[in-house]
């Protein structure tokens, strides 16, 4: 019989960059939920990788070494380029790594600056209080900064203030879509498109993201995702299919939230029919224990 569920998680976030828990935390987690195979892909850093293969070894899980790369894409387009299965000493993705994540002090002090022209003041500070280090600063921080002082209700921070239009939005030229693809099979990594149902793009958009993604090496996107509705789902599972993309899957977990169902470590089987990015990162899904 097909599998419901997965015990795969390709996509996952701790307090290296902006997640909730910590490596420990996130991994123990997945381990309760019946995890086999968990990634750890925080925002343009590695720096977690170590730490969760040792953890990972201790708790019988094995590890896809991973990260997620901003992207700015046609001068103005924020997306994310997840790395699965990628060397993380490799030097160039490091050095490149490192260049992303020093200008998030600054982008933090715009978007601070911004939210206290509309009365808001305290958020730089407060959203760098919840950041471990200075440059895993996030807009989720002011997400969470901007919920817990009133600001705004659960689930409602970034379209209220942190979205492009809004008053705390700032634009921020990341890297382009030819590097962070670069990078990511240059350190043996598979690239894959993160959460595409996220980006509000029309089909023919997001037909000519995936178009210049495959012209430079990329290889994957995410089908199964907790941004994705039902007909996400749909909607990418046949995009996979007429672009000839590997299908991934991830929660994108980041913190426990009521008005979320998300389980790190355990994700929704993909849909019959379509070729993944599995057998590239060591995964056999015939060595799987079924999940109910």
């Given at each position: ?62 590890l896809i070494a991973g990260v997620e ?151 994957g996107i995410e089908v199964i995702s ?67």
């Amino acid at each position: 019989m097909e599998k419901k569920y997965l015990p795969i998680d390709l996509h996952c976030h701790s307090t290296y960059s902006d997640g909730a828990h910590s490596v420990r935390e996130v991994l123990e987690m997945a381990k309760a939920n019946g995890v086999q195979f968990q990634a750890l892909t925080d925002h343009d850093t590695v720096d977690g990788i170590s730490e969760a293969r040792e953890i990972a070894k201790e708790l019988g899980i094995k590890l896809i070494a991973g990260v997620e790369i901003s992207v700015t894409w046609q001068k103005n387009t924020l997306i994310h380029i997840v790395g699965l299965g990628i060397d993380e000493n490799n030097a160039q993705l490091v050095s490149e790594l490192a260049k992303l994540r020093a200008s998030r002090v600054e982008r933090g002090r715009r978007i601070g600056a911004n939210l206290a022209k509309v009365g808001i003041h305290g958020a730089f500070e407060g959203a760098l209080a919840l950041a471990k280090q200075p440059e895993a600063l996030s807009r989720t921080h002011f997400n969470h900064w901007l919920i817990a002082n009133g600001h705004a209700k659960a689930g409602k921070a970034f379209d209220k203030f942190l979205a492009p239009g809004k008053p705390g939005f700032t634009q921020q030229v990341w890297a382009n879509l030819a590097d962070a693809v670069a990078w990511i099979k240059q350190s043996g990594g598979v690239a894959v498109i993160a959460h595409p149902g996220r980006y509000s793009f029309t089909r023919t958009k997001l037909i000519r993201l995936i178009e210049e993604f495959k012209s430079y090496g990329g290889q994957g996107i995410e089908v199964i995702s907790s941004a994705h509705s039902l007909q996400d789902e749909e909607n990418i599972a046949a995009l996979c299919r007429h672009c000839d993309l590997l299908a991934s899957l991830g929660s994108d977990f980041h913190q426990q939230e009521s008005y979320r169902k998300i389980r790190p470590g355990v994700n929704k089987a993909i849909p019959h029919g379509l070729n993944t990015v599995f057998p590239l990162i060591g995964i056999d899904l015939n060595s799987l224990t079924e999940i109910n």
